[in-house]
Protein backbone atom coordinates (compact mmCIF):
# COMPACT_ATOMS: atom_id res chain seq x y z
CA UNK A 1 0.00 0.00 0.00
CA UNK A 2 1.12 3.53 -1.07
CA UNK A 3 1.83 6.17 1.63
CA UNK A 4 -0.60 8.45 0.77
CA UNK A 5 -3.35 5.44 1.33
CA UNK A 6 -1.76 4.85 4.14
CA UNK A 7 -2.34 8.48 5.54
CA UNK A 8 -5.97 8.17 4.53
CA UNK A 9 -6.35 5.05 6.13
CA UNK A 10 -4.87 5.99 9.05
CA UNK A 11 -6.95 9.51 9.28
CA UNK A 12 -10.23 7.38 8.50
CA UNK A 13 -9.26 4.53 11.39
CA UNK A 14 -7.81 7.46 14.65
CA UNK A 15 -7.98 10.84 13.04
CA UNK A 16 -11.33 11.51 12.16
CA UNK A 17 -12.76 9.98 15.03
CA UNK A 18 -10.44 11.88 17.27
CA UNK A 19 -11.66 14.92 15.75
CA UNK A 20 -15.32 14.05 16.09
CA UNK A 21 -14.78 13.08 19.23
CA UNK A 22 -13.02 15.37 21.13
CA UNK A 23 -13.16 18.63 19.07
CA UNK A 24 -16.20 18.62 17.25
CA UNK A 25 -16.35 22.10 17.22
CA UNK A 26 -13.45 22.08 15.25
CA UNK A 27 -14.41 19.93 12.63
CA UNK A 28 -16.36 22.57 10.19
CA UNK A 29 -12.61 24.67 10.81
CA UNK A 30 -9.82 22.07 9.81
CA UNK A 31 -8.50 20.59 6.66
CA UNK A 32 -6.98 16.51 6.84
CA UNK A 33 -4.70 15.37 4.30
CA UNK A 34 -1.45 14.77 2.96
CA UNK A 35 0.91 17.50 0.83
CA UNK A 36 4.25 18.90 0.31
CA UNK A 37 7.83 17.09 0.93
CA UNK A 38 8.32 13.29 0.61
CA UNK A 39 7.91 10.45 -2.50
CA UNK A 40 4.74 9.39 -0.57
CA UNK A 41 2.56 12.74 -1.49
CA UNK A 42 3.10 12.11 -5.04
CA UNK A 43 2.23 8.36 -4.70
CA UNK A 44 6.14 7.66 -5.62
CA UNK A 45 6.83 5.83 -2.71
CA UNK A 46 8.18 1.97 -2.33
CA UNK A 47 10.28 0.22 -0.05
CA UNK A 48 13.18 1.79 -0.26
CA UNK A 49 11.55 5.23 0.36
CA UNK A 50 10.57 3.39 4.22
CA UNK A 51 14.21 3.39 5.25
CA UNK A 52 13.60 7.41 6.32
CA UNK A 53 11.23 9.86 6.90
CA UNK A 54 8.13 7.27 6.17
CA UNK A 55 5.39 6.61 9.16
CA UNK A 56 1.88 6.31 9.13
CA UNK A 57 0.51 10.43 9.91
CA UNK A 58 -1.66 12.91 7.80
CA UNK A 59 -1.89 16.80 8.64
CA UNK A 60 -4.39 18.71 9.84
CA UNK A 61 -4.36 22.38 8.35
CA UNK A 62 -5.83 25.22 10.56
CA UNK A 63 -6.59 28.49 9.37
CA UNK A 64 -5.41 32.18 11.53
CA UNK A 65 -5.54 32.32 15.32
CA UNK A 66 -8.48 34.64 14.98
CA UNK A 67 -10.17 31.68 13.68
CA UNK A 68 -8.73 28.38 15.47
CA UNK A 69 -6.97 30.09 19.50
CA UNK A 70 -3.68 29.06 20.19
CA UNK A 71 -4.89 27.18 22.81
CA UNK A 72 -7.05 25.17 21.07
CA UNK A 73 -4.52 24.39 18.18
CA UNK A 74 -1.72 23.52 21.21
CA UNK A 75 -4.83 20.50 22.64
CA UNK A 76 -4.88 19.57 18.87
CA UNK A 77 -1.28 18.93 18.57
CA UNK A 78 -1.33 16.52 22.05
CA UNK A 79 -4.17 14.81 20.85
CA UNK A 80 -2.41 14.14 17.87
CA UNK A 81 0.93 13.29 19.82
CA UNK A 82 -1.10 10.30 21.65
CA UNK A 83 -2.74 8.69 18.38
CA UNK A 84 -1.48 5.18 18.27
CA UNK A 85 2.24 5.03 17.23
CA UNK A 86 2.02 1.55 15.25
CA UNK A 87 0.27 1.30 12.39
CA UNK A 88 0.29 -1.66 9.26
CA UNK A 89 4.03 -2.21 10.18
CA UNK A 90 4.98 1.17 10.60
CA UNK A 91 6.34 3.53 13.55
CA UNK A 92 5.80 6.94 13.86
CA UNK A 93 9.07 8.67 15.03
CA UNK A 94 9.95 10.70 17.98
CA UNK A 95 12.69 12.65 15.62
CA UNK A 96 11.07 15.69 13.02
CA UNK A 97 12.58 14.60 9.59
CA UNK A 98 15.10 17.13 7.83
CA UNK A 99 13.56 20.32 7.35
CA UNK A 100 10.61 20.32 10.03
CA UNK A 101 7.60 18.21 10.45
CA UNK A 102 5.56 16.60 7.61
CA UNK A 103 3.12 15.58 9.75
CA UNK A 104 0.27 16.55 12.65
CA UNK A 105 -0.97 19.88 12.91
CA UNK A 106 0.30 22.94 10.87
CA UNK A 107 -1.13 26.41 10.33
CA UNK A 108 -2.51 26.77 6.83
CA UNK A 109 -0.69 30.15 6.35
CA UNK A 110 2.83 28.95 7.53
CA UNK A 111 2.53 25.61 5.43
CA UNK A 112 2.20 28.35 1.79
CA UNK A 113 3.99 30.54 2.71
CA UNK A 114 6.94 28.29 3.51
CA UNK A 115 6.38 26.75 0.21
CA UNK A 116 5.48 30.00 -2.04
CA UNK A 117 6.06 32.83 0.25
CA UNK A 118 2.35 33.94 0.49
CA UNK A 119 0.01 32.62 2.96
CA UNK A 120 -3.07 33.00 0.87
CA UNK A 121 -0.65 31.96 -2.42
CA UNK A 122 -2.17 35.35 -4.13
CA UNK A 123 0.87 35.96 -6.12
CA UNK A 124 2.07 38.76 -8.41
CA UNK A 125 3.54 38.22 -11.89
CA UNK A 126 6.74 38.40 -11.15
CA UNK A 127 6.39 36.00 -7.79
CA UNK A 128 4.95 33.15 -9.97
CA UNK A 129 8.69 33.91 -12.43
CA UNK A 130 10.47 33.11 -9.61
CA UNK A 131 9.30 30.35 -7.21
CA UNK A 132 10.95 27.19 -7.64
CA UNK A 133 8.48 24.34 -9.93
CA UNK A 134 9.31 21.89 -7.16
CA UNK A 135 7.79 24.33 -4.82
CA UNK A 136 4.62 25.01 -6.46
CA UNK A 137 4.10 21.21 -6.97
CA UNK A 138 4.82 20.76 -3.35
CA UNK A 139 1.76 22.66 -2.19
CA UNK A 140 -0.57 21.14 -4.39
CA UNK A 141 0.87 17.64 -4.57
CA UNK A 142 -1.00 14.89 -2.60
CA UNK A 143 -4.54 14.45 -1.56
CA UNK A 144 -6.89 16.49 1.01
CA UNK A 145 -9.53 14.47 2.86
CA UNK A 146 -11.52 16.52 4.55
CA UNK A 147 -11.54 20.64 4.07
CA UNK A 148 -14.32 21.37 6.49
CA UNK A 149 -13.24 25.20 6.08
CA UNK A 150 -12.35 25.86 2.38
CA UNK A 151 -9.28 27.48 2.87
CA UNK A 152 -6.40 24.97 2.32
CA UNK A 153 -8.74 23.92 -1.10
CA UNK A 154 -9.41 27.34 -2.64
CA UNK A 155 -5.54 27.92 -2.23
CA UNK A 156 -4.41 24.95 -3.78
CA UNK A 157 -6.98 25.89 -7.06
CA UNK A 158 -5.44 29.50 -6.82
CA UNK A 159 -2.16 27.60 -7.26
CA UNK A 160 -2.43 24.73 -9.36
CA UNK A 161 -2.31 26.65 -12.91
CA UNK A 162 0.41 29.47 -13.34
CA UNK A 163 -0.21 32.59 -15.43
CA UNK A 164 0.10 32.18 -19.21
CA UNK A 165 2.40 34.55 -19.67
CA UNK A 166 4.61 33.21 -17.11
CA UNK A 167 4.57 29.93 -18.49
CA UNK A 168 5.73 31.12 -21.90
CA UNK A 169 8.41 33.34 -20.46
CA UNK A 170 9.73 29.89 -18.65
CA UNK A 171 9.03 28.31 -22.34
CA UNK A 172 10.96 30.34 -23.74
CA UNK A 173 14.35 30.34 -22.33
CA UNK A 174 13.91 26.08 -22.02
CA UNK A 175 13.46 26.50 -26.01
CA UNK A 176 16.38 28.65 -25.91
CA UNK A 177 18.57 26.29 -23.82
CA UNK A 178 17.60 23.03 -25.65
CA UNK A 179 18.74 25.15 -28.90
CA UNK A 180 22.19 26.20 -27.56
CA UNK A 181 23.34 22.61 -25.46
CA UNK A 182 22.04 20.27 -27.85
CA UNK A 183 21.90 21.74 -31.20
CA UNK A 184 24.96 23.67 -30.81
CA UNK A 185 27.28 22.73 -28.05
CA UNK A 186 27.34 18.86 -28.17
CA UNK A 187 28.84 19.03 -31.09
CA UNK A 188 31.35 21.92 -31.20
CA UNK A 189 32.78 20.30 -27.90
CA UNK A 190 33.22 16.93 -29.57
CA UNK A 191 34.78 19.17 -32.09
CA UNK A 192 37.29 20.82 -29.56
CA UNK A 193 37.93 16.79 -27.99
CA UNK A 194 35.71 18.23 -24.83
CA UNK A 195 34.09 14.66 -24.72
CA UNK A 196 33.32 15.63 -21.32
CA UNK A 197 31.95 19.15 -22.23
CA UNK A 198 30.23 17.24 -24.44
CA UNK A 199 28.33 15.02 -21.72
CA UNK A 200 28.08 18.49 -20.00
CA UNK A 201 26.20 20.20 -22.82
CA UNK A 202 24.04 16.75 -22.97
CA UNK A 203 23.19 17.09 -19.57
CA UNK A 204 22.19 20.39 -19.83
CA UNK A 205 20.11 20.07 -22.80
CA UNK A 206 18.28 16.81 -20.48
CA UNK A 207 17.59 19.35 -17.89
CA UNK A 208 16.00 22.14 -20.42
CA UNK A 209 13.89 19.43 -22.41
CA UNK A 210 12.16 18.34 -19.38
CA UNK A 211 11.59 21.71 -17.63
CA UNK A 212 9.69 22.67 -21.29
CA UNK A 213 7.56 18.96 -21.71
CA UNK A 214 6.83 20.13 -17.86
CA UNK A 215 5.28 23.46 -19.61
CA UNK A 216 4.27 22.19 -22.25
CA UNK A 217 1.71 19.88 -20.70
CA UNK A 218 1.14 22.91 -17.94
CA UNK A 219 2.38 20.87 -14.87
CA UNK A 220 5.24 21.49 -12.39
CA UNK A 221 8.07 19.82 -12.29
CA UNK A 222 8.80 17.92 -9.17
CA UNK A 223 11.96 17.97 -7.27
CA UNK A 224 14.92 16.45 -9.71
CA UNK A 225 14.98 12.95 -8.14
CA UNK A 226 11.12 12.64 -9.05
CA UNK A 227 11.41 14.39 -12.72
CA UNK A 228 11.81 11.26 -14.74
CA UNK A 229 9.41 9.60 -12.18
CA UNK A 230 6.48 11.94 -13.05
CA UNK A 231 7.66 12.78 -16.87
CA UNK A 232 6.64 9.35 -17.50
CA UNK A 233 3.44 9.67 -16.42
CA UNK A 234 2.43 12.75 -18.50
CA UNK A 235 -0.23 12.93 -21.27
CA UNK A 236 2.48 14.74 -23.51
CA UNK A 237 6.14 13.91 -24.47
CA UNK A 238 6.19 11.18 -21.95
CA UNK A 239 8.20 8.89 -24.03
CA UNK A 240 10.80 11.61 -24.25
CA UNK A 241 11.97 10.63 -20.99
CA UNK A 242 13.58 7.30 -22.28
CA UNK A 243 15.35 8.83 -24.89
CA UNK A 244 16.64 11.80 -22.59
CA UNK A 245 17.63 8.60 -19.78
CA UNK A 246 19.67 7.62 -23.12
CA UNK A 247 21.31 11.08 -23.44
CA UNK A 248 22.77 10.34 -19.72
CA UNK A 249 23.44 7.11 -19.51
CA UNK A 250 25.76 6.39 -22.69
CA UNK A 251 29.25 7.53 -23.81
CA UNK A 252 30.33 9.82 -26.33
CA UNK A 253 32.56 7.97 -28.47
CA UNK A 254 31.96 8.73 -32.49
CA UNK A 255 29.13 6.21 -33.46
CA UNK A 256 27.51 7.03 -30.51
CA UNK A 257 28.14 10.58 -30.60
CA UNK A 258 26.41 10.84 -33.72
CA UNK A 259 23.38 8.62 -32.60
CA UNK A 260 22.85 11.25 -29.80
CA UNK A 261 23.18 14.10 -32.04
CA UNK A 262 19.68 12.69 -33.69
CA UNK A 263 18.21 11.73 -30.92
CA UNK A 264 18.24 15.34 -30.25
CA UNK A 265 17.28 16.78 -32.57
CA UNK A 266 14.63 14.15 -32.87
CA UNK A 267 13.06 15.55 -29.77
CA UNK A 268 13.44 18.68 -30.44
CA UNK A 269 11.28 18.58 -33.60
CA UNK A 270 8.51 16.38 -31.01
CA UNK A 271 8.86 19.54 -29.08
CA UNK A 272 8.55 21.84 -32.15
CA UNK A 273 5.73 19.60 -33.00
CA UNK A 274 3.94 20.25 -29.53
CA UNK A 275 4.76 24.14 -29.99
CA UNK A 276 2.54 24.12 -33.05
CA UNK A 277 -0.51 22.17 -31.79
CA UNK A 278 -0.88 24.30 -28.56
CA UNK A 279 -0.72 27.06 -31.35
CA UNK A 280 2.54 28.73 -30.39
CA UNK A 281 4.15 28.94 -33.48
CA UNK A 282 3.14 28.20 -37.26
CA UNK A 283 7.01 28.63 -38.01
CA UNK A 284 8.46 25.30 -39.83
CA UNK A 285 12.52 24.77 -39.50
CA UNK A 286 14.27 23.02 -36.51
CA UNK A 287 15.97 25.78 -35.07
CA UNK A 288 14.78 25.69 -30.92
CA UNK A 289 16.36 29.58 -31.12
CA UNK A 290 13.79 30.77 -33.38
CA UNK A 291 11.03 29.58 -31.88
CA UNK A 292 12.16 30.47 -28.27
CA UNK A 293 11.91 34.00 -29.50
CA UNK A 294 8.44 33.21 -31.25
CA UNK A 295 7.14 32.17 -27.89
CA UNK A 296 8.62 34.87 -25.94
CA UNK A 297 6.37 37.63 -28.23
CA UNK A 298 3.05 35.96 -27.69
CA UNK A 299 3.61 37.22 -24.17
CA UNK A 300 0.55 39.68 -23.49
CA UNK A 301 2.70 41.54 -20.25
CA UNK A 302 5.11 43.82 -21.85
CA UNK A 303 7.23 43.88 -18.78
CA UNK A 304 7.43 40.08 -18.91
CA UNK A 305 7.77 40.18 -22.55
CA UNK A 306 10.90 42.70 -22.41
CA UNK A 307 12.94 40.73 -19.76
CA UNK A 308 16.22 38.73 -20.90
CA UNK A 309 15.00 35.67 -22.51
CA UNK A 310 16.34 33.51 -19.52
CA UNK A 311 15.00 35.48 -16.62
CA UNK A 312 12.64 33.04 -15.54
CA UNK A 313 14.99 29.76 -16.12
Request: glycine share 8%.
Amino acid sequence: MKGLEIARAYYEQYGEPMLRDRFPGLMPFVAAGLAGSGSECWGFDDEISRDHDFEPGFCLFLPGEDVVDRRTAFELERAYAALPKDFMGLRRSLVAPVGGPRHGVLRTAEFMKDKVGKADGNLSLMEWLYIPEFSLAEAVNGEIFMDGYGEVTAIRERLRRRPEDVRLKKLAGQLLLMGQSGQYNYRRCLQHGETAAAQLAAVEFVKSTMAAVFLLNGVYQPYYKWSFRAMRELPKLALTAELLEYLLTTDNEPNTAEEKSRVMEGIAADVIGELREQGLTGAVGADLEKYAYMVNDMICDARIRNMHILAAV
